[in-house]
């Protein structure tokens, strides 16, 4: 079967980076996306890698490992907006989007 | 330009009857798909239309369908509502010009969130 794993919560202090992992194993592979969403809201888009490697796009940097089956997301000078889950996505080999459960981001003072 | 639209935000049904959920995505974006998500679950993809026509498919029952408009705005219907059912439906549009849609960035609306008693 498909199968996407982040941690399910996460705490971290306002000014530091943290790290949000993300695993999958699914039927091929043609990109990942991270993407926020604020309690009650939609999802937004943070990233697309299709590449190995890391793709720095501000405070947030996205890295991917294809032949771990892993990518993480780092967030750098955490700020309180930054509470939020962060979800990972995969596309299979047939297009098809695949998403993880989410991992909830506290950030406390 | 304006964001992707549903309607409505909130329902209220009971076991057993239907209902039908709207989307309008950004203008000019032909892909729209469809999610449910509920606490813990993430999200699970429902269907995805292209030009008026069902692409994808997830693994729900036949109850929940969808379809597309030629102006892109697009309806999900689930009939026989049960108490499972109660989640945020999220549709989310892109602009399908990579020839695969489901590598586009996604743009979700609000969601409509459906409480079945």
């Known amino acids: 079967g498909q199968n996407i794993d982040q941690p399910t919560e996460m705490t971290a202090t306002e000014g530091a980076i943290v790290q949000i992992n993300c695993t999958y194993q699914?039927?091929?592979?043609?990109?990942l996306f991270w993407y926020q969403q604020h309690a009650g809201e939609a999802p937004t888009f943070l990233s697309y890698n299709v590449l190995d490697g890391l793709e720095e796009k501000g405070r947030f940097s996205s890295f991917l490992s294809r032949s771990k089956g892993y990518s993480y997301l780092l967030l750098k000078e955490l700020q309180m907006k930054d509470s939020a889950s962060y979800l990972c996505?995969?596309?299979?080999?047939?297009?098809?989007?695949?998403w993880g459960a989410g991992t909830k981001l506290i950030i406390k003072p | 330009k304006a964001g992707v639209t549903q309607t409505p935000r909130y329902l209220i049904k009971t076991r057993g009857q239907q209902v039908t959920l709207s989307c309008s995505p950004i203008s000019g974006h032909r892909s729209v798909s469809w999610y449910q998500q509920t606490p813990g679950q993430g999200l699970q993809f429902l269907f995805e239309?292209?030009?008026?026509?069902?692409?994808n498919k997830g693994n729900f029952p036949g109850r929940f369908s969808g379809r597309q408009f030629s102006n892109s705005r697009s309806e999900m219907n689930v009939s026989t509502l049960e108490l499972g059912d109660s989640a945020l439906y999220l549709c989310?549009?892109?602009?399908?010009?990579?020839?695969?849609?489901?590598?586009?960035?996604?743009?979700f609306g609000p969601g409509t969130r459906l409480t079945v008693l």
């Open positions: 996505a995969v596309v299979d080999s047939n297009y098809q989007l695949i």
């Open positions: 989310a549009s892109s602009s399908g010009t990579s020839g695969h849609p489901e590598i586009d960035t996604q743009y």
């Open positions: 699914t039927s091929g592979f043609n990109g």
């Open positions: 239309y292209f030009s008026e026509t069902q692409r």
